[in-house]
């Protein structure tokens, strides 16, 4: 009776433990289903905010107007001088959706060498965001260059030092933070 008790409490025992096991098994899918919920919900949220971000963007793109080769560095604000963008080595621009709610606003694009144009909303629209800058050609006035001016010459100051004793076998100097250290001679020979 003792052995079948024994088996019986053990197992009782296993199944209790089984459960046990079991039911933290259950409660960890339950969590880690919460954890994957909830990171899949902000995978979500920031693919939707990325992509929401990217259309509302306005792409386009500055070339020269007599060559069509594209200008790289133009200078892209709102006309109070208010700073917005440069275009990249291919000409490429792009200007956030909210910098153009107001319709009246104007956009500036100035480089060196051509016209700036003053575009409206509209205008960008009208032309799909392509914008061509005039070279701007301005008549010098007359240079003249003089190649009789005298070439700056540097100076050093010095002072003149006393003239060294005779039989000194080698002599060096050093000249450093306006000091000069004079180095070299007999060893038996001191100079104060």
């Given at each position: 009776m003792h052995?079948?008790?024994?088996?019986?409490?053990?197992?009782?025992?296993?199944?209790?433990?089984?459960?046990?096991?079991?039911?933290?098994?259950?409660?960890?899918k339950s969590v880690i289903l919460i954890i994957f919920t909830k990171k899949l919900l902000c995978i979500v949220a920031m693919a939707?905010?990325?992509?929401?971000?990217?259309?509302?963007?306005?792409?386009?793109?500055?070339?020269d107007a007599q060559t069509n080769t594209s200008l790289a560095g133009v200078n892209i604000y709102f006309t109070p001088h208010k700073g917005l963008t440069v275009t990249n080595t291919d000409g490429d621009y792009i200007l956030p959706e909210l910098a153009l709610q107001n319709s009246a606003d104007s956009i500036c694009f100035s480089y060196i060498g051509y016209f700036t144009q003053?575009?409206?909303?509209?205008?960008?629209?009208?032309?799909?965001?392509?914008?061509?800058?005039a070279p701007s050609t301005q008549k010098l006035g007359e240079i003249t260059v003089d190649?009789?001016?005298?070439?700056?010459?540097?100076?050093?100051?010095?002072?003149?030092?006393?003239?060294?004793?005779?039989?000194?076998s080698s002599f060096g100097s050093t000249l450093h933070d306006g000091k000069l250290y004079v180095t070299g001679g007999d060893t038996g020979f001191i100079i104060r």
């Open positions: 052995k079948k008790y024994n088996c019986q409490y053990r197992k009782s025992r296993c199944q209790s433990v089984f459960n046990e096991w079991l039911d933290f098994i259950n409660q960890m939707l905010c990325s992509w929401f971000h990217l259309s509302a963007q306005l792409k386009g793109r500055v070339l003053k575009l409206s909303k509209q205008n960008l629209q009208d032309n799909n965001y392509l914008v061509l800058l190649g009789k001016m005298p070439l700056l010459k540097s100076f050093v100051g010095f002072e003149k030092m006393a003239s060294m004793l005779r039989g000194l």
